[in-house]
C-alpha cells in the first residue's frame, strides 16, 4: 500500500484501537517501517484516541483533552524571578499551544471517525463484492457442468445405436420441428427439440403411442423445451408416436384438434 493509501483508509486508526486482523495489522506494520512519518502520526493518533472505546461518542470528554494536555511537555521556565510582563507573555503562549491542541486533537478524532466509517464502507463494498464473484462462479460452475452433461448426452444419442425419426407435423402447427431417437438397444428414447409451439397457461405436449386400431396409450407429459433433448419412454413394435397439445396433468386420449404431429416408426 502507498502512502496515501494508509492515510485514508482509517487502518492507522483502527490499528490503534487494536480493531484489525493480523493481515492488516501486518500491512500496517509494514507501512511504519516502509514510511518514517507515519510513525509520529500513528502517536498523533494514538494520543487523540485515548480512552474512545469507552467513551463511544464523537469528540473526547473534556477530561481526555485536559489528561493528554498535562501530559503535554511544557516550554521551560526562564528565570526564577521574571518580570509580569514574562509571565503574561508565557501564559498566554500557553494558553494558544493549549487551544491549538483540543483543536488538533478534536480534529483528530472527528478523522477517525471518518476515517473508521470510509474503512468499514470500503469493507462492506469488498465483501459483497466477493460474495457476487463467489456466486458467479458457482453459477458459471453449473452451467459448465450443465453443457458437459449435455455434450456427453449429445455423444451418446448421435450413434447406431439411435435411429432418427422426424415427425410429420399436421397443418395446423407446420413449423414444428421434433426428431425422435428411437434406442434400439435399451426402453429410453429421446426427442431431439429444435421449434415446438407455445403453450397457453395450463396446457402441456403429450407423447402417444399407437399401434394398429388400439386407442392411443398416453405415455410422458413435458411443458418446456428444456436444453433441447427430453428423454422419454419406448414401446416396442409400436407402429407410430404422435405428440399432442393437452390440459396440464394429461389426458387418457388424444384431443385431435391440438395434434402437434406423428412420428411413423414402422418400416
Not at 429421446?190 to 386400431?213: C, H, K, M, N
Request: hydrophobic fraction near 40%.
Amino acid at each position: 500500500m502507498t502512502l496515501a493509501d494508509i492515510r485514508s483508509s482509517g487502518l492507522l486508526e483502527l490499528y490503534a484501537l487494536g480493531q484489525l486482523d493480523a493481515h492488516d495489522q501486518s500491512e500496517v506494520r509494514a507501512a511504519l517501517r516502509r514510511y518514517p512519518e507515519l510513525v509520529a502520526e500513528l502517536r498523533e493518533i494514538e494520543i487523540a484516541l485515548y480512552r474512545y472505546a469507552e467513551s463511544h461518542g464523537l469528540t473526547p470528554e473534556g477530561d481526555v483533552v485536559e489528561k493528554i494536555l498535562r501530559d503535554y511537555p511544557k516550554p521551560p521556565g526562564r528565570s526564577a524571578d521574571p518580570s509580569r510582563e514574562s509571565i503574561t507573555t508565557s501564559e498566554n503562549k500557553t494558553a494558544s499551544s493549549g487551544r491549538g491542541l483540543r483543536g488538533l486533537l478534536s480534529g483528530l478524532f472527528l478523522a477517525a471517525i471518518a476515517g473508521i466509517g470510509v474503512y468499514a464502507w470500503q469493507q462492506s463494498e469488498l465483501s459483497e463484492a466477493r460474495a457476487s464473484h463467489q456466486l458467479e462462479l458457482e453459477e458459471c460452475d453449473t452451467k459448465t457442468a450443465t453443457a458437459q452433461a449435455y455434450a456427453a448426452q449429445l455423444e451418446s444419442v448421435f450413434t447406431d445405436q439411435y435411429r432418427p425419426v422426424d415427425i410429420s407435423a399436421t397443418e395446423a402447427y407446420a413449423s414444428a420441428r421434433i426428431e425422435l431417437l428411437d434406442d434400439q438397444a435399451s426402453n429410453q428414447n429421446y426427442l431431439r427439440v429444435i421449434d415446438l409451439p407455445e403453450l397457453a397457461e395450463g396446457e402441456t405436449f403429450q407423447l402417444w403411442s399407437i399401434t394398429g386400431d388400439n386407442a392411443p396409450v398416453p405415455m410422458d407429459l413435458f411443458d418446456e423445451k428444456g436444453n433441447g433433448l427430453i428423454a422419454v419412454g419406448k414401446v416396442n413394435a409400436t407402429d407410430a408416436y404422435a405428440i399432442s397439445i393437452e390440459p396440464a396433468g394429461g389426458s387418457t386420449s388424444p384431443n385431435m384438434d391440438k395434434l402437434v404431429g406423428v412420428f411413423a416408426m414402422a418400416g
